[in-house]
């Protein structure tokens, strides 16, 4: 049977009773003939043996073929700082703890871990392999959006119809057209979405509320509580309002407002074992300041004894550089041609030991529509990046690994949620802020008609139904993280250095940091490979 991927090599040494050091696997999958390569590491293997190790591998590919260059997975210990110190949660946060360890104290370099056990089988050891990734709310292959009129009508309906009903246990709401028949200064509810908000001369503000049989003014007044809430409303996103009607009844007054929100009560679900995943994003291989050589240190720890719990690893977009993303982005290209960029990232995605189980989403830089939700990458791109049998599906996508749900976004998105709040509640400096954000809105990308590109379906695919358990973005090339009502949100920052567009909008990346998560604890571990 042809041995195409490192997964393959490692069922088919299970097959034979072995089990097999990661470097080995990596080895063997990048020859130019992984079968017949195995077959002769098999036949010189000593009898006793039951695993195969790299040196031997090493060995046999020194006497009959050539080697892949020993570098790409030396220093085991390249393994450094603390990430910068985050900044305490936004105040709003139930939950405002950041990642900790059973003392209190914020986990940045790990306890040295232990390998992974093996299970034994009927033939002998066998090399445990990670369980296979269930994929929920993919776009891929669902796309009905043609742009007409009639398009913009249902995605906007389903939002609201989906997100209503998590609103509409915590208020007694009426429809628009009743409450406009409600005579004054009566009590009542509503929920929309946000049509428009304005200020009033006296200062105060008024939201518009729009749901499906018209929209109605609600007055929020400044010296309310709640006028704190209304510099967090985006155009577009659902909420509940209560209070109640002016004289003539054509206003409603506010008391109280409600976003769709992450139950305070919510429990996240957790690994029955000890196994972790790692989460990383914006590799951006193509670029100049592509950081190549930390890359290949990061990999080089995966293949080490510490590494050993970690199984899986997510990629939240953008692999590539790309082409034409950004005016005279060409000048900064080390590859011009966009399907040499994906070739390039399918070498370096060669050094990551083939037992891992790999999740990517596309992101803006990917050669996929800009317009989300985002389908996976095509089948001459999938080709491309086939070696390590990867699972590729759309963004957004809830990705379930070890019982834990992982909602990966690429996270364009968060460049309007910076845009529009104040700086103290959402900020570039601190992403996992804006992240809190779309998880008590309940949308990943509530407004349209902004920053973000956004596609009719007759579904919306950017609503977040389901609580996750970890919410990880990308894309603004910045480290942040925290628990919001106990999801824990991770933006893993990039693997590019500053490049000298990032210069002009003043962006300072947070390079080659990857993200660990115990998936039996959920908490967080930060490597750093500068």
Known sequence: MPLETPRRIVTELASRGYNAEREAVTLLARTSDPAAALERALETVPEDALKLSAAHVR??????????????????????????????????????????????????????????????????????????????????????????????????????????????????????????????????????????????????????????????????????????????????????????LSGDGGVLFVDSLHFPEIPRTHRPNTADRHVQAALVSDVHVGSQEFMGEAWSRFTSWLHTEEAAPVEYLLIAGDMVEGVGVYPNQDEELSTIDIYDQYEEFSEYLKEVPGDLEIVMIPGNHDAVRLAEPQPAFDEELRGIMSAHDARITGNPSTVTIEGVNVLMYHGVSLDEVIAELPEHKASYDDPHLAMYHLLKKRHVAPQYGGHTRLAPEERDYLVIDDVPDVFHTGHVHKLGYGKYNNVLAINSGCWQEQTDFQKSVNIDPDHAFAPIVDLDTLELTIRDFN
């Open 59 to 244: 060995s046999v590919l020194d006497s009959r073929d050539p080697a892949p260059d020993p570098s790409s997975t030396s220093d085991p210990d390249a393994d450094a700082a603390s990430p910068p110190p985050t900044p305490d949660p936004s105040p709003s946060v139930d939950d405002p703890s950041t990642p900790s360890t059973s003392d209190g104290t914020t986990p940045v370099e790990g306890d040295g871990g232990t390998a992974a056990p093996v299970e034994t089988g009927g033939s002998g050891n066998r090399p445990r392999t990670p369980q296979a990734a269930a994929i929920a709310g993919d776009i891929t292959g669902r796309s009905t959006g043609t742009g007409e009129y009639g398009d913009f009508v249902t995605v906007f309906r389903d939002r609201y119809e989906r997100l209503s009903r998590k609103l509409t246990g915590r208020v007694n709401h009426r429809p628009t057209t009743a409450v406009s028949n409600m005579p004054g200064g009566e009590e009542t509810a509503l929920v929309g979405m946000i049509n428009d908000v304005r200020s009033t001369a006296s200062g105060h503000w008024l939201v518009e509320l729009e749901d499906t049989n018209g929209v109605f003014p609600c007055l929020v007044l400044k010296d309310k509580p709640i006028a704190d809430l209304v510099d967090e409303l985006l155009l577009d996103e659902v909420i509940a309002v209560e209070g109640s």
